[in-house]
């Protein structure tokens, strides 16, 4: 189960098209907005998919409990020996659903609501249903050892029910630009000129207006630099009207949402993340990993994916003056910029493949359904996943 937008979305279809190499049968339950897009995209990879309809942004007795009978009978239908549930209301529904069928359940906590920074006045209606869905059993994935020390302090499981496997990417794939210029001449940007790029769902938890306001002073200091926004949302008309209010509309190019990720990442050279919270997000690793110098708000899982000062730059979220002094220091000198991008490569391969991430499943999904079912030796996913590329 899972929503069928955003990083939530992605996340869960890397992860079934790797177990899927190695002969593990899924089908998901594409909830919310994008649900029939999502599932015809997971289909055309020839992994089992449905859209169903659910209110994502409140609670709904009726809709959820119809929700919750959809899960019944797909995991019966589909012989299903364990429920994978991403996100805090697949989350409740899902371990709901593992109780009432008798299978095992693994709930991936793609962030933390229960925290009031995440959810405001929302959080303790969030920690009330984790904390019930504790009642239900199963098994809590996070993202990063920040997340299970601060599940654990909530006392939404215990201890030998909480397993950390960190957000892989697949860094064959995104790799550095063997010719940046012509990465940017694919975009319809000066092939000559550097780069810098905020990339993402205009939300407000990506906080895009924080980009711009930190852009206000700096750019006129860097005529040469181009400045770029990737993404669609909410939010885009909004951030339109921000760019047009602080005189950056001829500065700071619109390029709407990316197909093609690689291409676009290949093409900057400094990335910037501005969220106001986050799990561990794949867009992050996937820019270090594409060669980017990375500067980043230091909130949740993107301390765990930065070095500050070492493989990238971590200012505190909604500081947006911290976030123009880092762009300010790395656009004036281009050394360590590249020292950066070059740390930031090298720890992305080094901590967050994708062969690492789907390897832990495996033996965590093999653990959970010992005698019921047979899954893949974890040594089995490298060799799948080369055979992919």
Request: include cysteine.
């Amino acid at each position: 189960m899972t929503k069928s937008t955003g990083g939530i979305a992605l996340y869960n279809k890397l992860l079934l098209t790797e177990l899927q190499r190695i002969g593990v049968r899924s089908h998901t339950l594409c909830l919310s907005e994008n649900a029939e897009a999502y599932a015809a995209d997971l289909a055309k990879r020839g992994l089992g998919a449905e859209p169903v309809e659910m209110a994502r942004y409140s609670i709904d007795p009726r809709g959820d409990a119809r929700v919750l009978r959809q899960v019944v009978s797909a995991s019966r239908e589909h012989a299903a020996d364990v429920i994978v549930c991403h996100g805090s209301k697949s989350g409740f529904i899902g371990r709901a659903a593992g109780r009432l069928t008798g299978r095992p359940v693994v709930y991936r906590q793609a962030s933390m609501p229960f925290q009031r920074r995440v959810q405001g006045a929302k959080a303790p209606l969030y920690w009330a249903l984790d904390f019930a869905a504790r009642g239900f059993g199963g098994h809590i994935v996070t993202l990063t050892e920040y997340a299970r020390q601060q599940t654990l302090a909530a006392k939404l499981m215990s201890a030998d029910r909480i397993s950390v496997i960190r957000t892989g990417v697949d860094v064959a794939r995104f790799k550095p630009a063997t010719d940046r210029a012509a990465a940017r001449a694919a975009l319809g940007l000066d092939p000559d000129r550097p780069v810098v790029g905020w990339m993402g769902r205009m939300e407000p938890q990506k906080a895009p207006l924080d980009y711009v306001k930190s852009l206000r002073d700096l750019v006129g200091r860097h005529p040469h630099v181009q400045f770029v926004m990737a993404g669609e949302g909410r939010m885009e008309g909004e951030v339109a009207q921000a760019l047009s209010a602080a005189g950056l509309s001829e500065r700071v190019k619109m390029l709407g949402w990316q197909s093609d990720p690689v291409r676009a990442l290949q093409a900057f050279d400094i990335y910037v993340l501005s969220s106001h919270w986050e799990g561990l997000p794949i867009t992050l690793l996937e820019a270090m990993a594409s060669g980017c110098c990375c500067i980043s708000t230091d909130v949740d899982g993107c301390s765990d994916a930065l070095e500050d000062g070492i493989s990238g730059r971590l200012v505190s979220a909604g500081d947006t003056g911290a976030l123009g002094q880092a762009l300010e220091g790395v656009l004036q000198d281009p050394d360590l910029r590249e020292r950066y991008a070059e740390a930031g490569r090298h720890r992305a391969v080094t901590l967050f493949d994708k062969e690492t991430m789907v390897a832990k499943w495996v033996d965590l999904l093999s653990s959970l359904t010992a005698g019921t079912a047979t899954l893949p030796v974890a040594d089995q996913v490298k060799t799948a996943s080369e055979g992919g590329q």
